[in-house]
């Protein structure tokens, strides 16, 4: 991430996001690095099986810029997992870009810098 996580989880916070340190079925995104993409991590992979997008930090920026969440797919590092039948995926609501372009939905980030 272009900045310390800790500062990037403020910056998504006063944009209406919340974040959470878990990755559940009401997680709206994921945001994390390539590198976590290509190396993925405990939450990169309960992220992608529990079809949760995995996002890139410009994803928050462009949804910041816009004013309002735009669409996830020119960000995402990875595909989420086919849906099994009878499972759903998470999702989130409207706002401000709020964290993961989720407003009041949950958005969690990988490791930052």
Excluded: W
């Excluded at 009401?26 to 993925?40: I, N």
């Amino acid at each position: 991430l272009s900045m310390v996580r800790r500062q990037f989880h403020n910056m998504l916070i006063e944009n209406g996001a919340r974040v959470v340190k878990t990755v559940t079925g009401g997680t709206s995104h994921l945001v994390t690095t390539k590198h976590e993409a290509d190396h993925p991590t405990s939450k990169v992979l309960a992220a992608v099986s529990k079809r949760v997008p995995v996002v890139s930090e410009e994803f928050i920026n462009r949804c910041l810029d816009e004013g309002f969440p735009v669409d996830h797919a020119p960000y995402l590092l990875l595909e989420p997992a086919e849906e099994d039948a009878g499972k759903g995926s998470g999702g989130g609501g409207g706002g401000r870009g709020g964290g993961a372009g989720a407003g009041r939905g949950r958005a969690t980030g990988g490791r930052g810098g």
